[in-house]
């Protein structure tokens, strides 16, 4: 016999737009407390995919599901979960292939999937050769030109998305390529106003910057751009003297 939340996850999947709406509301708020992420934890394998289909729903719909996904998320056993069953595809698709009024909230999902390194690995999409790196060079182009438009705000939190590829060595040379030119553009953005879009590129320049020993050439190419940013935010004036901090790691 099915429990309370079985039957409360299966209204997820009702044909009813009033019985689905007010399931996922419900569903929303569990993952509100720690008793309710845990029940929901014990029901993930019918709980994950029944919220993530929710996500190409309207928007009354689809931002309660993924706001409980967002939470969900914070669990390392459930972000596992969702990146092995395709959550980052699925956001992607979503991202680009129709219009979404949930953006943002799905760029933050990306940033807490990405803490993982299988998450990280399913945004670079490594093993395949062809599609390598489209996804994060996709998020680049959207982080730089959105801050210059009135949506700005919906991938400021892709500069947390690539603080955490950075992390990883692969990321570093993605990002490095001097092909595709991803950290020319990124650096770029450390003059914005929004302070999550500054933290965002000074930590994926502080994290490129460990690839100094071997990408040294890469990083001369950029220095006109890299300079700036790694020095000013260490520059400051205080009553009559100026203090100047140099970062000693990056010159290995």
Known sequence: MATELEELLGFLSSPSPPVKKAAVDIVRGLTGS????????????????????????????????????????????????????????????????????????????????????????????????????????????????????????????????????SKREAGRKLLLDPKRGLLKQIIRQFDSTSPLRKKGVSGTIRNCCFEAENQIQNLLLISEFLWPALLLPCCWQQGDFHFIFVFPSFWG
């Open 34 to 165: 720690e008793d309710g992420l845990q029940s929901l934890a014990n029901y993930s394998d019918i709980a994950l995919p029944s919220l993530s289909g929710l996500l190409v729903e309207k928007k009354e719909v689809s931002e309660p599901a993924v706001e409980a996904l967002i939470n969900l998320s914070q669990n390392s056993d459930l972000a596992a979960k969702m990146v092995a069953m395709g959550m980052v595809k699925t956001i992607m698709d979503i991202l680009y292939k129709q219009e979404s009024g949930i953006t943002r909230l799905l760029v933050m999902l990306l940033v807490n999937l990405t803490q993982l390194d299988a998450g990280i690995d399913s945004l670079l999409q490594t093993g395949d050769e062809k599609m390598h790196g489209l996804y994060v060079m996709k998020l680049v182009r959207s982080f730089c030109t959105s801050s210059s438009d009135k949506n700005g705000a919906l991938f400021e939190h892709v500069g947390s998305i690539l603080v955490n590829i």
